[in-house]
T-cell receptor, first 115, second 114 residues
Framework: GAGVSQSPSNKVTEKGKDVELRCDPISGHTALYWYRQRLGQGLEFLIY????????KSGLPSDRFSAERTGESVSTLTIQRTQQEDSAVYLC?????????????FGNGTRLTVT | AQSVTQLGSHVSVSEGALVLLRCNYS??????LFWYVQYPNQGLQLLLKYTTGATLVKGINGFEAEFKKSETSFHLTKPSAHMSDAAEYFCAVSDRTAGNKLTFGGGTRVLVKP
């Protein structure tokens, strides 16, 4: 079946521009997560959604970062006034619920390069 | 707060040799532990997980990991490496709250030599 889909797969943008990253989770998955993976580093948690609500936004690095989810489906991560330090792979994951035994299913990520 | 440390950002093994990837964690509550694998140009896939019960956990592709509470470790092993095992491996711990937020280690990239 279809997995988690992210678009675009690659994005190159100029410093100061805004970008939107999209995540289509697996159908029926109520929980959705955003992570960031900088070159040579592990994954950093950004935010998660239960349905359309975001109970934990603690990982968002600054107020330039925001995310929303609609229809308990698609989520968009927006980065305003991008900086070079924002360059990373942004990964989205979904799971059937936020229970501890529910495995996360990851997308292939969006590679963001800020020039 | 939780943290995960993976010893060695790169590991090189010969085909047929033992694969051992080390993971140590810190957690204020009994942990749920995971290993994920990321093949080139693909998303992360779950290899195995420990939640409760048996401390030796078997996963896909012949991998297994043992939870050792006294050592706060969850090392990943495979008796005989295959060329297809070349990938990056991530250890993660769950905060065990309703959010199931995972804290990841820095990853270990495995190179398999013929």
């Amino acid at each position: 079946g279809a997995g988690v889909s992210q678009s675009p797969s690659n994005k190159v943008t100029e410093k100061g521009k805004d970008v939107e990253l999209r995540c289509d989770p697996i159908s029926g998955h109520t929980a959705l997560y955003w992570y960031r993976q900088r070159l040579g580093q592990g994954l950093e948690f950004l935010i998660y959604f239960q349905g359309n609500s975001a109970p934990d936004k603690s990982g968002l690095p600054s107020d330039r970062f925001s995310a929303e989810r609609t229809g308990e489906s698609v989520s968009t991560l927006t980065i305003q006034r991008t900086q070079q330090e924002d360059s990373a792979v942004y990964l989205c994951a979904s799971s059937t619920r936020t229970g501890m035994n529910s495995p996360l299913h990851f997308g292939n990520g969006t590679r963001l390069t800020v020039t | 707060a939780q943290s995960v440390t993976q010893l060695g950002s790169h590991v090189s093994v010969s085909e047929g040799a033992l694969v051992l990837l080390r993971c140590n964690y810190s957690s204020s509550v009994p942990p749920y532990l995971f290993w994920y694998v990321q093949y080139p140009n693909q998303g992360l896939q779950l290899l195995l997980k420990y939640t409760t019960g048996a401390t030796l956990v078997k996963g896909i592709n012949g991998f297994e990991a043992e939870f050792k509470k006294s050592e706060t470790s969850f090392h990943l092993t495979k008796p005989s490496a295959h060329m297809s095992d070349a990938a990056e491996y991530f250890c993660a711990v769950s905060d065990r709250t309703a959010g199931n937020k995972l804290t990841f280690g820095g990853g270990t990239r495995v190179l398999v030599k013929p």
